[in-house]
C-alpha cells in the first residue's frame, strides 16, 4: 500500500475528493482502500435519507391528523414509509457486511488489489431468493433503530382517530 500526502494546491487527480481546500487528504492507491473510501460514504448517505424517510413520515402523520378524516389511510402510509425504510436499511446493510469484510482483510495485511470491488458478487453469491429477500427487509424493519418513529407514530395515529371518532 502506498500513501502520498497531498496539499490542496498540489496539482494530482485523485477518486478521494476534498471537502475543503484547507483540508490535507491521504490520496489511497490501494483499490480496497478506495473501495472502504467509498463505501463508507454511500453508508453514511443512506443513513442521511433513512432519516429523511422518518421525518417525511412525521410530517404526513400530522397532515393526516390535522387535514384527513380517515385514520386507516394514515396507518397505511406510515407502515409503507416504515418497510421503505426498513429496505433502504437492507441496502445500507448489504454495504456494512462489504465494508467489514475490507477491513477484515486490510487488519491481516493480505488484501491483493483483486479483492476490491466485489460488493454485487458477493451479495449475489448469498443471495436467498425472493422469500429470503422479504425476510431481510422485515427483520431490518423491526430493528429499534428503524421502528422508531414508525411503530409510535401507528399507535398515535390510531389512538387520535380511535378518540376523535
Not at 13 to 40: A, G, M, P
Not at 125 to 147: F, H, M
Request: glycine content about 6%; some cysteine.
Amino acid at each position: 500500500m502506498q500513501k502520498i500526502r497531498v496539499n490542496p494546491n498540489d496539482n494530482v487527480e485523485s477518486n478521494v475528493k476534498c471537502r475543503s481546500k484547507k483540508t490535507e487528504r491521504f490520496v489511497l492507491k490501494n483499490d480496497s482502500h478506495n473501495e472502504w473510501v467509498i463505501l463508507h460514504g454511500d453508508i453514511e448517505k443512506y443513513e442521511r435519507f433513512s432519516l429523511v424517510i422518518k421525518l417525511v413520515s412525521v410530517l404526513i402523520s400530522v397532515f393526516f391528523m390535522a387535514f384527513i378524516a380517515n385514520g386507516w389511510i394514515a396507518v397505511a402510509v406510515i407502515l409503507v414509509l416504515w418497510l421503505q425504510d426498513g429496505i433502504w436499511k437492507t441496502f445500507q446493510k448489504r454495504l456494512g457486511t462489504r465494508i467489514i469484510f475490507i477491513e477484515q482483510k486490510l487488519k491481516n495485511e493480505s488484501v491483493e488489489d483483486g479483492m476490491a470491488f466485489q460488493l454485487y458478487s458477493q451479495w449475489g453469491d448469498k443471495r436467498q431468493g425472493a422469500v429470503g429477500l422479504v425476510k431481510e427487509y422485515l427483520l431490518n424493519s423491526i430493528k429499534p433503530t428503524v421502528a422508531y418513529p414508525y411503530a409510535f407514530l401507528v399507535l398515535l395515529v390510531l389512538i387520535y382517530y380511535q378518540s376523535a371518532g
